[in-house]
């Protein structure tokens, strides 16, 4: 009986020390787009879905959690950005919503996540096309 | 199914020209047409009878300019696709743009040439107060309201009272005009009868759009990718871009587009971010709240809408292209040094044929419904 708490209390303090980010990092309420680095792992998905020239905004879960996040997007092909400028609201935990992106014509664009740590910054491109 | 519908026509040939997979289902996204009516949710009038009446009579309504002898209608008339036929707009003065058509303004996410307004109701109180245009004050328009009495009676059966804020009852008269616009929607054309031929797969409805018209369309949603600002139902993305139309106005002045329009509408007491929003939860000001002001928004003006194009002449913000195939040749012919868009590569020439050219000019002519649908209400006895 007196063996049990502190079997808990190690196994606690691995997943504390070697591994926490891994378990944590879900994003409840359906399919996500998983992008993985050593270093760090996003989940996204966008609320509504993609569509040309509407308003979204993307959920979004980083482990482990960065010092800062900053979300943008652009057109590879034609080199230019979105006409809005997303605003970020940090939900704790590594949770995030970003509001207020439009893809306004179709094709290729690409997602942009910045991830800034005390250790140095992490860049994340991932396209999707919309039609 | 879709593969389907690109293989009959494929069967159809040279009957009926095949259309890629890719621009099957371009072409499908261009309708259907009409779209169902949506209120506004930040004008608690859109929708509402009382105000369409209210709306059309001060459309109409020459005692909202300062002479006394303009009114809205001066520059968009019914007859001509409710724009002027001018290169740009005669109000009180001449002014700088081309008056837009208000066919489908509703569908609109911006409000002029430079989207300076982000509702139909801001943008409906903007010339009324443009010393240009109207030359009105908001003290003048609630005084023209309050003095006469059919049209403060009609405010209060819309809007419950007449405000004693020469400002509120401002907003009361544009969100008037705007329910009025609302209701000026475009008719079917022969685009959509093939359109909505190709989605179902009808065979005679596919054949009966002009051969020339669909190697118009062929250009306009494959080399010309033409739809990749000009799309969806009504023709447009809403957004802004650089055409390499000139912005200079005269000697030492230039028409800076959007980027002066950002800052207008940031500025606005009328913003969706303001005050007079109907929409309590703001969510018609993700727009408003999230546009970013770039370099690049210099000389960039609003996509227009399409549809009765033909009617529409003079082209572009300025009324620089007299006719459809002017505007063809421009882009044919566009040369990306004369842009200033900051790298942005989207336009370049389409080298058109004169074949090519009268093919894309016939399909944009069917996107025309042949205008005359507005039979202006016989205006019901005084309200009391």
Same mark, same amino acid.
Request: aromatic share 10%.
């Given at each position: 009986m007196e063996e049990r708490p502190a079997v808990v209390r190690a196994t606690a303090l691995i997943l504390g020390l070697a591994a926490p980010a891994a378990l944590a990092c879900e994003l409840s309420g359906g399919p996500v787009e998983k992008l993985q680095s050593a270093a760090y792992t996003i989940l996204y998905r966008a609320a509504p879905a993609l569509r040309v020239g509407e308003h979204f905004a993307l959920e979004l879960a980083v482990c482990p959690a960065p010092e800062e996040l900053r979300v943008d997007a652009w057109m590879p092909d034609h080199r230019h950005g979105m006409n809005y400028r997303p605003s970020l609201q940090a939900l704790g935990s590594g949770r995030y919503r970003a509001e207020g992106l439009l893809f306004h014509m179709? #094709?290729?664009?690409? *997602?942009?996540?910045?991830? &800034?740590?005390?250790? #140095?910054?992490?860049? *994340?491109?991932?396209?999707? &096309?919309?039609? | 199914m879709k593969r389907a519908l690109v293989l009959l026509l494929a069967a159809l040939a040279p009957a009926a020209l095949a259309f890629t997979e890719a621009e099957t289902r371009a072409i499908a996204a261009h309708g259907p047409w009409p779209p169902a009516f949506a209120p506004d949710p930040s004008n608690r009038a859109s929708g509402n009878n009382d105000a369409i009446e209210l709306g059309e009579r001060l459309f109409f309504e020459r005692r909202l300019s300062a002479n006394g002898e303009h009114s809205c209608s001066r520059c968009h008339l019914p007859e001509r696709n409710w724009t002027d036929g001018e290169a740009r707009a005669l109000g009180l003065e001449r002014v700088e743009r081309n008056t837009p058509s208000l066919n489908n303004v509703r569908l609109q996410r911006w409000f002029g040439w430079d989207g300076a307004h982000d509702s139909l109701w801001a943008q409906s109180i903007r010339p009324l107060l443009d010393a240009r245009e109207l030359g009105m004050s908001a003290a003048q328009v609630a005084a023209l309201v309050r003095a006469d009495a059919d049209l403060s009676c009609r405010y209060r059966r819309v809007f419950g009272s007449v405000p004693a804020a020469?400002?509120?009852?401002?907003?009361?008269?544009?969100?008037?005009?705007?329910?009025?616009?609302?209701?000026?929607?475009?008719?079917?054309?022969?685009?959509?009868?093939?359109?909505?031929?190709?989605?179902?797969?009808?065979?005679?409805?596919?054949?009966?759009?002009?051969?020339?018209?669909?190697?118009?369309?062929?250009?306009?949603?494959?080399?010309?990718?033409?739809?990749?600002?000009?799309?969806?139902?009504?023709?447009?993305?809403?957004?802004?871009?650089?055409?390499?139309?000139?912005?200079?106005?005269?000697?030492?002045?230039?028409?800076?587009?959007?980027?002066?329009?950002?800052?207008?509408?940031?500025?606005?007491?009328?913003?969706?971010?303001?005050?007079?929003?109907?929409?309590?939860?703001?969510?018609?000001?993700?727009?408003?709240?999230?546009?970013?002001?770039?370099?690049?928004?210099?000389?960039?003006?609003?996509?227009?809408?399409?549809?009765?194009?033909?009617?529409?002449?003079?082209?572009?913000?300025?009324?620089?292209?007299?006719?459809?195939?002017?505007?063809?040749?421009?882009?044919?012919?566009?040369?990306p040094d004369r842009l200033h868009a900051d790298g942005e590569a989207i336009l370049r020439p389409l080298q058109l044929s004169e074949r090519g050219t009268l093919d894309l000019v016939a399909f944009l002519e069917t996107l025309a419904d042949g205008g005359g649908r507005y039979a202006r209400r016989p205006f019901a006895e005084d309200c009391r």
């Open positions: 179709p #094709g290729r664009w690409e *997602f942009l996540f910045e991830l &800034r740590a005390p250790g #140095g910054s992490e860049r *994340f491109a991932h396209a999707v &096309r919309v039609e | 020469d400002e509120e009852l401002l907003v009361g008269v544009g969100k008037a005009l705007a329910a009025f616009q609302e209701t000026l929607v475009s008719g079917r054309t022969a685009f959509d009868d093939f359109r909505d031929a190709l989605v179902k797969g009808d065979a005679a409805g596919i054949a009966a759009y002009p051969q020339a018209a669909k190697r118009g369309l062929g250009i306009f949603a494959g080399k010309g990718s033409c739809n990749a600002c000009h799309l969806g139902p009504a023709f447009t993305n809403g957004e802004f871009h650089d055409t390499g139309i000139p912005f200079f106005i005269e000697q030492g002045r230039v028409d800076p587009g959007r980027h002066a329009g950002i800052q207008k509408l940031r500025a606005s007491p009328f913003n969706l971010l303001g005050l007079y929003n109907d929409d309590a939860k703001r969510s018609t000001a993700t727009g408003t709240r999230h546009v970013r002001l770039e370099h690049r928004n210099f000389g960039e003006f609003r996509t227009p809408s399409l549809r009765n194009l033909a009617l529409s002449a003079p082209y572009m913000h300025n009324g620089r292209l007299a006719t459809l195939r002017d505007v063809v040749n421009h882009y044919s012919t566009i040369s």
